[in-house]
């Protein structure tokens, strides 16, 4: 299930890897508010012959809690709702059910309080992956984003050479196990004590694959 689901990034490309090593029935949901994301969210369903049901409006608490009535278990939940995680996450029903049901959640943040409340309120999960809020300012200063992407919203080109310098001069990134990385909202991937054992679980800087069932 995706929460903010632009064009089905992880849900998508979850499907298309089962699809490929252990075919076996999937549900795919989609939740996507913009119409134009929705609709590119329609066209990789179709063009990869995926079965999901996209539906086209915000998420909040009440639409969760509804589609997740009769889902016995969730693999993976992915909010990126653009500041709206915070009312979400805040709700006792909501946080009942990610103990109970969701086996791992792909969080992003927009600001720094909201990524605070999620260290906070994950403390007893699995951290897989975290980065802190990032550098929205600076990388304005040094023209990777345009002032006007607020508004236009259009394609970007790529930074020249000397904005990187710049950043690097002004240590506007974070050093994570996959090097600098100048990024803008926060982000987590989180396990589910309840379901994976923490002594088997698969973090980002580990260099060879660790399998394990989950726990019943």
């Known amino acids: ?4 689901a632009r064009w089905g ?3 998508c490309r979850g499907v298309a890897f089962l699809r490929r090593v252990n075919p076996m029935p999937y549900r795919l949901i989609l939740v996507e508010p913009k119409k134009v994301h929705c609709s590119g969210a329609h066209m990789v369903l179709k063009l990869n012959s995926l079965e999901g049901e996209l539906k086209c409006t915000h998420a909040d608490a009440a639409l969760f809690l509804k589609l997740m ?3 016995p278990h969730l693999d993976l939940l992915h909010i990126d709702i653009q500041g709206a995680e915070g009312p979400l996450l805040a709700d006792p ?4 059910v990610l103990e109970s049901k969701v086996y791992r959640i ?3 943040t927009h600001w720094e309080d909201m990524y605070r409340f999620a260290v906070d309120i994950f403390q007893a999960w699995i951290t897989v992956f975290s980065l802190p809020q990032g550098f929205y300012d600076c990388m304005e200063a040094v023209g990777i984003i345009p002032l006007a992407l607020a508004i236009s919203r259009v394609p970007l080109q790529l930074p020249e050479a000397h904005a990187w310098a710049q950043l690097r ?3 506007c990134f974070h050093t994570t196990p996959l090097g600098r990385v100048a990024n ?3 982000s987590f991937i989180l396990d ?3 379901f994976v054992n923490a002594s088997r679980a698969f973090y980002l800087n580990d260099m060879t694959l660790r399998m394990d069932d989950l726990i019943k």
């Not at 299930?1 to 903010?4: D, K, T």
């Not at 029903?93 to 009942?96: A, D, F, G, M, T």
């Open 9 to 11: 990034t992880w849900g």
């Open 93 to 96: 029903q909501v946080r009942q």
């Open 184 to 186: 803008i909202d926060g």
């Open 69 to 71: 009535e009769d889902v």
């Open 106 to 108: 792909i969080l992003g």
């Open 169 to 171: 001069s002004r240590s």
């Open 192 to 194: 589910n004590p309840r």
């Open 1 to 4: 299930m995706e929460l903010g």
